[in-house]
């Protein structure tokens, strides 16, 4: 019988972070309106990473399984890495073919409300700040 090889714990940590964290809390708020089952399966290492997810009512649960979904979404590791900590759209990733989807879309729409958003840069800050300071009255 063949040894199953596991990703270095490096590989893909943030993905590997955000999914034990969804599953951790158990419960979304986000997605109280939504119920059925996401994998997503994540590819460019030595072997396929899987992640499933079951969400009823916005309860989350996670395993590792490979299990038939009600979408699945392949994506290299380290793009998900990126969409999760926000330096990445999973939109604009789908839609320029880096990630590939399969199954119930509208699924996926109301999931990739809990990727995170893009961090705010040093510029944007201060560009805001100058903004208000100037519609600020004296």
């Known amino acids: 019988m063949a040894t199953r090889k596991r990703r270095p714990a490096a590989a893909n940590a943030p993905s590997r972070a955000f999914f034990e964290e969804l599953h951790a809390k158990g419960h979304q708020p986000m997605?109280?309106?939504?119920?059925?089952?996401?994998?997503?399966?994540?590819?460019?290492?030595?072997?396929?990473?899987?992640?499933?997810?079951?969400?009823?009512?916005?309860?989350?649960v996670v395993s590792q399984r490979k299990s038939r979904a009600d979408v699945v979404v392949t994506v290299d590791g380290r793009l998900l890495d990126r969409i999760v900590t926000g330096t990445a759209n999973a939109?604009?990733?789908?839609l320029r073919g880096?990630?590939?989807?399969?199954g119930d879309f509208a699924l996926?729409?109301?999931?990739?409300?809990?990727?995170?958003?893009?961090?705010e840069t040093c510029a944007t800050r201060t560009t805001d700040e100058a903004d208000h300071s100037e519609r600020t009255p004296r």
């Open 31 to 60: 997605l109280e309106k939504a119920s059925g089952t996401l994998r997503f399966d994540l590819v460019g290492g030595p072997q396929v990473e899987h992640w499933y997810l079951t969400i009823a009512h916005g309860n989350v």
């Open 98 to 102: 880096a990630m590939r989807v399969e």
């Open 91 to 94: 939109m604009a990733a789908f």
């Open 108 to 119: 996926l729409i109301a999931f990739q409300r809990l990727f995170g958003g893009p961090p």
